[in-house]
């Protein structure tokens, strides 16, 4: 078992998402696709899950507007009763409608904040990470598709080439 | 080629008659002197004198009583008398409604159709004989909007207070005489829907235009008309506004208001589009609307939902916050008096089940689903404007009868006439639009 990766290039999208439906009907096992925009239809293309980010975010969201509704009735009502227009009542219920902006702007502060750091964190993008691009010009131009080359390189890049690839480098991964 | 099929034909007529049965039932029964009112008081249970001390109109008529100390008796009278002209509003203010409602409707189809020119949509080319067709009713609804407000400033009935001749002993009616003056009123009401009648005429003859001719003139000069047409519209709209409906309550005001009914009225507008869009689909045309088009209008109709309950929303609490009594007038019989039950109905279905219906993308791909979700919308939009209608046209003495549900049928069986037999009128697919393979092959990536 060789752990040589084929990386194949491609200068078109359109092009790529064929090669990309072809390379796994033909059963070989896509290991990575660098493009320099997101391409649409290529995750449903290269059989990606769905992400589960909108989870994320609806948790984050539901944290976010508990703790605004902790932080008013704690600030508003609790440990320094506010007069809130004219209302003296006291109440957290009764005053709801002045607070309902604040739960909206900390529902989605909260969603949206925690819900970028988490895709950084997926994606491996913490501090001091350094690019794990294999090749520059995938992020100007080019698009490129790392496949497993497995025990038969010399098909796999033969489809890839059939499949519109302009350029083959046969990589070792370690 | 659609063909408007006798059967939908024979129900539309069916409507617009058994409306005008209804609605000439309507006014025949309006009680004519307070006798037939007292009967009606005693019949009923409800304690209205609590409630009235809250209504705006009766302000006026308090300070009388505070001035001439009058007798109970008097008093008594003059209640009836107010309780009179109640009933007396209820089948013009049924026909208002429905007019406005179903007019606001097909002009707000209208500048959703006009801004996906000026905005060179792609996405929407496959529906546009569907939108077209829709502000076809615009013609028929102005008329009788027009007519409504000619009777109204004839006297012919009292639902505008300001045109009463209580208007000169008040103070603020007549420092807003300038504004609000029959004359002015009725100029400004011709002047407006005119004009937008206008740029309907040319959008839709340019359309069919480009269909038979297919030049690039038509479509160059359709895109100026919708840019023109929003242009006028974002302006004359919001005065459009304050003098039908807002002037309805002449010592109340909100700057926001305009926006408000705009919002209620496009979110019912993009609904009305769906429908009669899936309708169409499930009879086997617009073989070329796919999902993802029904997709891309149920993410409108979430859109415009949520944009609408901001609006609402901002209205509100400012007025509730400062707590001035010339602006709580507006709130009490909505959110406190007879009209609670409607009003707290109205948010959940304008705002939480769209909310928790539409925010899923699933759902929005499912014909059945989001037709349900438009149909609470459309109910929604109908209690919004029959709220924001009347509590000032007949107060507590409002219900929901015959004459009500007979003018909302007579225009929702015009609505199905004049619509279908426009779109009868011009194959289902307008031709000749340079972006029309974007439309076909229009493909939400997710779905």
């Not at chain 2, 004009?195 to 003139?217: C, H, P, Q, V, Y």
Request: proline share 4%; hydrophobic share 50%; net charge negative.
């Amino acid at each position: 078992m060789s752990n040589k990766t084929i990386q194949a290039i491609f200068d078109d999208d359109d092009v790529l998402v064929a090669a990309v439906k072809k390379v796994r009907e033909s059963g070989n096992h896509i290991e990575e696709v660098f493009t320099p925009f997101p391409v649409h239809g290529l995750d449903k293309a290269m059989g990606l899950k769905d992400t589960r980010l909108a989870i994320t975010a609806f948790i984050y969201g539901v944290i976010g507007i508990s703790f605004a509704v902790w932080m008013m009735n704690f600030m508003m009502i609790k440990d320094w009763p506010q007069d809130i227009g004219g209302k003296p009542s006291f109440s957290y219920a009764e005053n709801m409608p002045s607070f309902i902006p604040i739960m909206f702007e900390l529902t989605v502060f909260f969603a949206a904040h925690l819900m970028v750091i988490t895709f950084y964190m997926r994606s491996k993008l913490w501090p001091f990470q350094t690019a794990s691009n294999p090749d520059p010009r995938t992020t100007s131009h080019l698009f490129m598709m790392e496949v497993a080359a497995g025990d038969n390189a010399e098909a796999v890049s033969s489809l890839l080439k059939d499949a519109g690839a302009t350029e083959l480098n046969v990589v070792d991964k370690h | 080629m659609y063909t408007f099929s006798s059967k939908l034909k024979t129900f539309s007529i069916a409507l617009i008659v058994l409306g005008l049965l209804g609605m000439a039932y309507g006014f025949f029964t309006v009680p004519k002197n307070t006798e037939e009112i007292e009967t009606i008081l005693s019949a009923s249970s409800h304690n209205s004198h609590e409630a009235e001390a809250a209504h705006n109109e009766h302000k006026v008529a308090s300070e009388h009583k505070a001035e001439s100390h009058v007798s109970k008796s008097e008093e008594h009278q003059e209640h009836l008398e107010h309780v009179l002209s109640q009933y007396q509003n209820k089948p013009w203010s049924a026909f208002f409604i429905a007019a406005f409602f179903f007019f606001m409707i097909s002009l707000l189809a209208l500048v959703f159709y006009a801004i996906q020119w000026a905005a060179s949509a792609g996405w929407s080319i496959v529906l546009f004989r569907v939108m077209e067709s829709i502000t076809a009713f615009l013609l028929p609804t102005s008329f009788f909007l027009l007519l409504f407000l000619v009777l109204s400033a004839t006297n012919f009935n009292h639902i505008f207070v300001w045109m009463g001749e209580h208007a000169a002993n008040d103070p603020a009616l007549v420092e807003k005489a300038p504004w609000l003056n029959k004359t002015g009123f009725l100029f400004r009401a011709f002047l407006f829907v005119t004009g937008w009648n206008i740029f309907r005429f040319f959008l839709r003859k340019n359309s069919i235009a480009l269909d038979t001719a297919g030049e690039m003139k038509y479509y160059k000069r359709n895109f100026n008309i919708a840019v023109g047409f929003l242009a006028f519209f974002i302006v004359t709209e919001l005065f459009f506004v304050f003098d039908m409906t807002m002037s309805l309550d002449p010592h109340w005001f909100s700057q926001l208001y305009p926006f408000y009914v705009f919002a209620s009225m496009m979110v019912s507008g993009i609904t009305v589009i769906l429908i009669v869009t899936v309708y169409l689909k499930s009879k086997g045309y617009l073989p070329n609307v796919k999902q993802s088009h029904i997709h891309d209008l149920g993410k409108f109709m979430f859109g415009f939902s949520i944009f609408w309950a901001y609006f609402f929303f901002d209205q509100f609490m400012l007025q509730w916050y400062s707590n001035q009594p010339e602006e709580s007038v507006y709130w009490v019989p909505r959110l406190l008096g007879s009209y609670q039950l409607p009003f707290i109905g109205m948010l959940i279905l304008n705002f939480v089940l769209p909310f928790l219906i539409l925010i899923s993308s699933d759902f929005k791909r499912i014909s059945s689903i989001i037709v349900a979700a438009g149909l609470f919308i459309i109910i929604g939009h109908y209690i919004d404007i029959f709220i924001l209608i009347s509590p000032a046209t007949v107060g507590d003495s409002w219900s929901f009868g015959i004459p009500e549900l007979a003018s909302l049928l007579f225009f929702f069986g015009l609505f199905i006439f004049v619509v279908f037999s426009a779109l009868a009128k011009a194959p289902l697919q307008a031709k000749g639009n340079p972006l029309m393979k974007e439309s076909e092959h229009y493909h939400y990536y997710n779905l």
